[in-house]
């Protein structure tokens, strides 16, 4: 069992270290309105959580994050359990819900039209 966990986090250290590293994302047209209250909501917390490290989802000091190709599930544990100097967000710091919302924002803010 331990040897299987160790294998699991082998994975996701690779998986999101591997899409994390480069600065892909050019750089938005205009500005970002959000269409639902839940992504406007996202904004708002993105701001408050994440903005310092991983500022407009780019490089800083956190890792881009705007095209990290892990799959949500490995993004949310990452949030609940850190990983490097990322640190965990319990339950009680975001919600289940708010870290919904942040993921829709993320994926919102990533479409939006760029130059």
Partial sequence: MKTYLKSIARFICIGVFAGCALRRSEPLVGTFEPKTTEVAKGQVLYNEYCQKCHPGGEGGLGPDINWNPAP???????????????PSFKKNEISKDELEAIGKYMKAYKHQKRS
């Fill in 72 to 86: 949500s599930f490995i993004k949310k544990f990452q949030v609940r359990h850190g990983l490097g100097v990322m």
